[in-house]
Nanobody, 120 residues
Framework: QVQLVESGGGLVQPGGSLRLSCAAS????????MRWYRQAPGKERELVAV????????NYADSVKGRFTISRDNSKNTVYLQMNSLKPEDTAVYYC?????????????WGQGTQVTVSS
């Protein structure tokens, strides 16, 4: 079955760093665009970062640009989100997403999320 399993979340002080991982299985990972989303309490789910499948092109939300880095290892079927200079407003549940393409994807998969809390 298809699975996306996030890990690496936790409690960190402002200015600290975390690296999230998302392990994928049950589909051809290398053919999929991978995205990280986040959702804070009382707010809508927000796209954080995107990485494409072949050329490894990336895009970031303005709120995280320069602080977060998305990467992938197709040999391990894993996508990562390196988060540096964390701020309290980064506190959210972070979700991994996989889709075949941006427009009209045939499949669109989600993980269960991992909690990131930034607090002193």
């Amino acid at each position: 079955q298809v699975q996306l399993v996030e890990s690496g979340g936790g409690l960190v002080q402002p200015g600290g760093s975390l690296r999230l991982s998302c392990a994928a299985s049950g589909f051809t990972f290398s053919n999929y665009i991978m995205r990280w989303y986040r959702q804070a309490p009382g707010k809508e789910r927000e796209l954080v970062a995107v990485i494409f499948s072949v050329n490894l092109s990336t895009n970031y939300a303005d709120s995280v640009k320069g602080r977060f880095t998305i990467s992938r290892d197709n040999s391990k079927n894993t996508v990562y989100l390196q988060m540096n200079s964390l701020k309290p407003e980064d506190t959210a549940v972070y979700y991994c997403n996989a889709a075949e393409r941006l427009l009209r994807p045939r499949n669109n998969y989600w993980g269960q999320g991992t909690q990131v809390t930034v607090s002193s």
